[in-house]
């Protein structure tokens, strides 16, 4: 007897059901040390349309360099104001935005420390599993990281934020889903 296989399923566009409540834009409270910054951009297609219906997930260290996380052991400050979590939904235009801090570097896997970054997980419809990526801040050095090593030269400006002119503190990274020569770089897991 075969059972046969059953269809994929994607990850979206039926996000918001159930998912509402750990929604969290404001990483930051008056109690987080670090330089505060706002991250906003746009989700957009191969055709670069809008996706209306995505969801952003962030996770980062604190200022210091550490996760707010139990595996994490390193002997660094921690912040119970800061979680370095957030999620969003994306607007009828494909936009998000978040409320944080640049966050300290981290170690590779080598021992070497990374370029500050923000890790970035990508729901929408049409994909059968998150996309994985990451954030650089300008004007920081990315010559050493062990991960933006691994990109081709030509690819790396789709994962380094950009700053918006005329508004302190506020950097602008938009993501490219689908294909193209525009397509954000994405890594496997």
């Known amino acids: 007897m075969s059972t046969g296989y059953t269809p994929s399923q994607t990850v979206g566009p039926y996000l918001h059901i159930g998912l509402d409540w750990l929604n969290t834009t404001e990483l930051v409270t008056s109690d987080s040390a670090g330089e505060r910054c706002i991250i906003q951009g746009q989700l957009r297609d191969a055709d670069g ?38 999620r969003t939904p994306t607007d009828a235009n494909g936009r998000f935005r978040f409320s944080t801090i640049k966050p300290g570097r981290v ?22 599993k998150q996309l994985v990526t990451r954030i650089y801040f300008p004007g920081d050095d990315h010559a050493a990281d062990q991960v933006m090593l691994q990109v081709p030269v030509e690819r790396r400006a789709t994962l380094i934020a950009n700053v918006v002119e005329g508004q ?20 496997e897991l």
């Open 49 to 86: 349309l809008p996706i209306p219906d995505g969801m952003l997930e962030i996770w980062q260290a604190n200022s210091h360099g550490k996760y707010a996380h139990p595996l994490d052991n390193r002997d660094l400050p921690i912040e119970k104001s800061f979680t370095g979590f957030g």
């Open 107 to 128: 170690p590779a896997a080598n021992g070497t420390l990374q370029a500050p970054h923000i890790l970035v997980a990508i729901f929408a419809r049409g994909l059968i």
């Open 168 to 187: 302190s503190g506020v950097l602008e990274w938009n993501v490219a889903i689908g294909g193209g020569v525009h397509e954000t770089v994405f890594f």
